[in-house]
């Protein structure tokens, strides 16, 4: 059965570094999402992104984040300059259509730890 | 933000019985409700979902209610198996939005032997 790939599984970094999550999405899908579950908290949508645009992002998704697609299979994450409050398990999904929510399937994450 | 809210954190519920989970949303401009399975360690994973013009849909050994003028909608799992164990998440969409899925907290149930 087709998966979301993310890697790494677990990312450490200091905070002010720059730090890149790579997710691989299921390969007929067409948008791609980021999520992202600080420890206790609410999963929380960050961007979705289709045709090389971002199609939507939340007030989360700050000047600090970015997206791209840079070849045909990859999706990636950057967080320009790591916070402490970044540290979270960071979710990517995939889906073929945009308005069907219940078609976003979920990678496993990557945990990002920023000391 | 408290758009979506399961107020209990956790449940535990005897195998062969019935899982309750609840959940409480305040924003009447959702028009899709969604239910999540997670285990530890993999990403949330589609369970089922309602639109917002139904009050039931049933898959399975799931049904999920909606209850619109109470803003309220609740899985049940019956019967409940062992590998129904996992965090469980009510989650919404916003008629206006056709992607941003919004959460709730989860509910972690553990069904007991």
């Known amino acids: 059965e087709p998966e979301v790939t993310q890697t790494p599984s677990h990312q450490v970094t200091q905070m002010g570094q720059e730090v890149i999550l790579r997710c691989v999405p299921i390969?007929?899908?067409?948008?791609f999402y980021w999520y992202r579950q600080i420890l206790g908290q609410k999963v929380e949508f960050l961007v979705s992104f289709y045709n090389n645009e971002i199609s939507e992002k939340s007030e989360i998704f700050d000047d600090q984040f970015s997206v791209e697609r840079p070849d045909g299979s990859n999706f990636t994450l950057k967080i320009r300059s790591t916070k402490l409050e970044d540290s979270a398990m960071y979710f990517c999904?995939?889906?073929?259509?945009?308005?069907?929510?219940?078609?976003?399937?979920f990678g496993p994450g990557t945990r990002l730890t920023v000391l | 933000d408290q758009q979506v809210k399961q107020n209990s954190p956790s449940l535990s519920v005897q195998e062969g019985r019935i899982s309750i989970l609840n959940c409480d949303y305040t924003n009447s401009m959702f028009d899709y409700f969604l239910w999540y399975k997670k285990y530890p360690a993999e990403g949330p994973t589609f369970l089922i979902s309602?639109?917002?013009?139904?009050d039931k849909n049933e898959d399975g050994r799931f049904t999920v209610f909606l209850n619109k003028s109470a803003k309220h909608l609740s899985l049940h799992i019956v019967p409940s198996q062992p590998g129904d164990s996992a965090v469980y998440f009510c989650a919404a969409r916003c008629h206006s939005s056709a992607s941003k899925i919004i959460f709730g907290s989860g509910t972690r149930l553990s069904i007991r032997p």
């Open positions: 999904a995939s889906s073929p259509r945009l308005q069907t929510v219940d078609e976003q399937f």
């Open positions: 390969s007929n899908h067409l948008y």
């Open positions: 309602i639109s917002s013009i139904k």
